[in-house]
T-cell receptor
Framework: AQSVSQHNHHVILSEAASLELGCNYS??????LFWYVQYPGQHLQLLLK??????LVKGIKGFEAEFIKSKFSFNLRKPSVQWSDTAEYFC????????FGAGTTVTVRA | GAGVSQSPSNKVTEKGKDVELRCDPI?????LYWYRQSLGQGLEFLIY????????KSGLPSDRFSAERTGGSVSTLTIQRTQQEDSAVYLC????????????FGSGTRLTVV
C-alpha cells in the first residue's frame, strides 16, 4: 500500500495569509488523491479529490490542489485563509486501499 | 440513510471487557473501511471490505481485533479483552465502489478504556 507523507505537522498563520500544505505519496501507477478536513469536534469531510484530467483541482471553501505526477505530489493551497479554516487536514491516496497521511494541524490566528 | 452511521457515539468500558462497534454504511456502497484515530495521531487503517471479496485485515493491530460485514452492508468491529491503549476514536467510511468517489466518513465511536 501507499505511504503518504505530509510535510508539516503544525502550521500557524494569520488571517489573509496564504496556505500551502505538502503531500507526497510513495509510488506511481494509477492513484486517486484526496484531501480531507476535520474541524474541531467534527467528523472528516472531503475537501477535494483528483481522479484524472486537469491536475489543478478546485474544492470547497476556496481550496485547490495540484497533482504533479512526476513528483508524486498533491499539495493543497488556499490563497487567503480565514479563522474558520482552523482544522486538521489529511491527505489520502487510493490505489487499491485508502491510505492517509499523519495530518497537518492548521491554526489561523485572527 | 443519508450518511454513514456509527454507534455508539461514545463508549466507556473497563479494561478486559469486550466491545462491539457498529457501522451502517450508505446504502449500496460496496467499499467499507475501519480506521482508528488516536489523540494527536493520524488515521490508522484497520480493515477494508470490498463487496464479496475477502477483507483486507492487514491493519488489525492484534488478534483481539476482528470485524465482519453481514450481507454486504452493516459492519461490526469487535475488540476483545480491551486494553487502555485501545482508547481512540474508531471511524468507519464507505464508498460506492472500490476506488472510491470520495469516501464518506461517519462521526466515529469514541472508545475509552478505563
Amino acid at each position: 500500500a501507499q505511504s503518504v507523507s505530509q510535510h508539516n505537522h503544525h502550521v500557524i498563520l494569520s488571517e489573509a495569509a496564504s496556505l500551502e500544505l505538502g503531500c507526497n505519496y510513495s509510488y506511481g501507477g494509477t492513484v486517486n488523491l484526496f484531501w480531507y478536513v476535520q474541524y474541531p469536534g467534527q467528523h472528516l469531510q472531503l475537501l477535494l479529490k483528483y481522479f484524472s484530467g486537469d491536475p489543478l483541482v478546485k474544492g470547497i471553501k476556496g481550496f485547490e490542489a495540484e497533482f504533479i505526477k512526476s513528483k508524486f505530489s498533491f499539495n493543497l493551497r488556499k490563497p487567503s485563509v480565514q479563522w474558520s479554516d482552523t482544522a486538521e487536514y489529511f491527505c489520502a491516496v487510493n490505489d487499491y486501499k485508502l491510505s492517509f497521511g499523519a495530518g497537518t494541524t492548521v491554526t489561523v490566528r485572527a | 440513510g443519508a450518511g454513514v452511521s456509527q454507534s455508539p457515539s461514545n463508549k466507556v468500558t473497563e479494561k478486559g471487557k469486550d466491545v462491539e462497534l457498529r457501522c451502517d454504511p450508505i446504502s449500496g456502497h460496496t467499499a467499507l473501511y475501519w480506521y482508528r484515530q488516536s489523540l494527536g495521531q493520524g488515521l490508522e487503517f484497520l480493515i477494508y471490505f470490498q463487496g464479496n471479496s475477502a477483507p483486507d485485515k492487514s491493519g488489525l493491530p492484534s488478534d483481539r481485533f476482528s470485524a465482519e460485514r453481514t450481507g454486504g452492508s452493516v459492519s461490526t468491529l469487535t475488540i476483545q479483552r480491551t486494553q487502555q491503549e485501545d482508547s481512540a476514536v474508531y471511524l468507519c467510511a464507505s464508498s460506492p465502489r472500490e476506488r472510491g468517489d470520495g469516501y464518506t466518513f461517519g462521526s466515529g465511536t469514541r472508545l475509552t478504556v478505563v
